[in-house]
């Protein structure tokens, strides 16, 4: 029996293959992942000098040039605007709390309501 040698490349295409990824992506050759020269990887902006391995920003994980996975920019976008909206609920419900204690008998969100259409009569 004779032996084969791997390349890189072939390992690359193996895994690509084990993946399901039919065009790999050539930042990440089918991986998914990639080395980044800075600590800042896909977030972008001031990183430190250490290379990082991270998600590729180009499939953002999947391997596949052509069947790309949901930007994980876009998914941070989100998540922090759910966030903001979140914390001004609770940010909304503290005052009504705060303004029931002042007028018993209401219901918090009853008074937000009608805080709220007072703002817009202005």
């Known amino acids: 029996m004779g032996t084969h040698t791997f390349t890189t490349e072939d390992l690359y295409a193996e895994i690509a ?3 399901g ?12 992942t990639k080395t980044y020269g800075s600590t800042s990887t896909w977030h972008g902006g001031v990183g ?5 391995g ?3 920003d180009k499939c953002w994980g999947s391997g596949d040039a052509h069947v790309k996975w949901p930007s994980h ?5 989100v998540k ?11 940010s909304e419900n503290e005052g009504c709390a ?3 204690e002042v007028w018993p008998g209401y219901d918090s969100r009853e008074l937000a309501a009608k805080i709220r259409a007072r703002g817009k009569r202005k």
């Open 17 to 19: 293959a084990m993946r």
């Open 21 to 32: 990824v039919e065009t790999p992506c050539k930042d990440c050759s089918g991986l998914g």
């Open 48 to 52: 430190g000098q250490t290379i990082t």
């Open 54 to 56: 991270g998600v590729c």
């Open 73 to 77: 920019r876009i998914m941070q976008g």
């Open 80 to 90: 922090d605007a759910q966030d903001a909206i979140r914390q001004a609920r609770e």
């Open 98 to 100: 705060q303004m029931v």
